[in-house]
Nanobody
Framework: VQLQASGGGLVQAGGSLRLSCVVS????????MGWFRQAPGKEREPLAA???????YYADVAKGRFTISRDNAKNTVYLQMASLKPEDTAVYYC??????????????????WGQGTQVTVSS
């Protein structure tokens, strides 16, 4: 199983970015996906998750600004981020559980992780 995250970069405060995560090596339609981030010196923080059935879940920090979606035909999950703030600066990670029930915001629920993509928001 491999996850390839992309789409990070440098953006000004108030701007938007869309992160992508392409997944291979599993049956994507059975998989639940999550997005997390980790800032320097801080723990990995959950942002959003989407179950195999398409149900979406958001952590408080992401509600109203971030949107998770998936394209099963492309084996890809997205994280659309808007109204970005300097405190959103972090490495963003996608993660997957191949099948079955999941505790959506628990890092230990996920089996595989992408390499991370850096998002930097300037003030």
């Amino acid at each position: 199983v491999q996850l390839q995250a992309s789409g990070g970069g440098l953006v000004q405060a108030g701007g938007s970015l869309r992160l992508s995560c392409v997944v291979s090596g599993l049956t994507f339609t059975d998989a639940s996906m999550g997005w997390f981030r980790q800032a320097p010196g801080k723990e990995r923080e959950p942002l959003a998750a989407m179950s195999w059935s398409g149900s979406s879940y958001y952590a408080d920090v992401a509600k109203g600004r971030f949107t998770i979606s998936r394209d099963n035909a492309k084996n890809t999950v997205y994280l659309q981020m808007a109204s970005l703030k300097p405190e959103d600066t972090a490495v963003y990670y996608c993660a997957v559980k191949r099948s079955g029930a999941i505790v959506v915001f628990s890092t230990t629920s996920y089996e595989y992780w992408g390499q991370g993509t850096q998002v930097t928001v300037s003030s």
